[in-house]
């Protein structure tokens, strides 16, 4: 400390006004410190030169984000038009299995059913499991359902699953997929 107190004083008289700044403290068998960088100060641009730059450049800037909102409006356009294709496609396909109920529950005309209503169950079950499934399925939907129950009771076991599987899908108010 008393040494570091001398030549504070040392400095302060006057003896080494021109070189205060440079005494430093170096330990026993260290490197002296790098003498400190001096800094200089880089002249800022003046307000023109910046302004002049901004208005160089903002045509360009301008531009540059009208291509970008241009390309962002491109790709939910895409979007959009790849969803109302696959819209258009389910309602297709909607219109297509309607179509395809439809023309089924017609089969099956009220004269054939009132035949399959009067015969036997047993005689009518041996008679259905010989026709289309589909034809089947759709004149058993058509009879009472004690009678329908009744003439599946009779019938094969395979058979009478296939024409209520048929029945069950043919019956359903919703779209199948």
Do not use: H
Request: charge should be neutral; include cysteine; hydrophobic fraction near 45%.
């Amino acid at each position: 400390m008393s040494l570091l107190a001398a030549a504070a004083i040392v400095a302060l008289a006057g003896g080494t006004a021109g070189r205060a700044d440079e005494v430093r403290q170096v330990l026993p068998g260290g490197q002296a410190p790098a003498p400190p960088a001096q800094l200089v100060r880089e002249k800022a641009p003046d307000e023109s030169e910046i302004q002049r730059f901004c208005s160089n450049i903002a045509d360009a800037a301008r531009d540059r984000r009208y291509a970008l909102q241009a390309e962002e409006l491109k790709q939910l356009q895409a979007g959009i038009d790849q969803r109302m294709k696959a819209l258009e496609d389910k309602r297709a396909e909607y219109e297509q299995w309607l179509k395809r109920r439809e023309v089924f529950l017609a089969r099956a005309e009220d004269s054939v059913v009132k035949i399959y209503a009067g015969m036997k169950p047993d005689a009518a079950a041996e008679r259905l499991a010989m026709v289309n499934a589909e034809l089947a399925a759709a004149i058993l939907m058509k009879l009472d359902a004690r009678k329908a129950g009744v003439i599946l009771n009779e019938m094969d076991q395979k058979a009478a699953a296939t024409l209520t599987g048929i029945m069950a899908s043919a019956a359903r108010r919703v779209d199948p997929s």
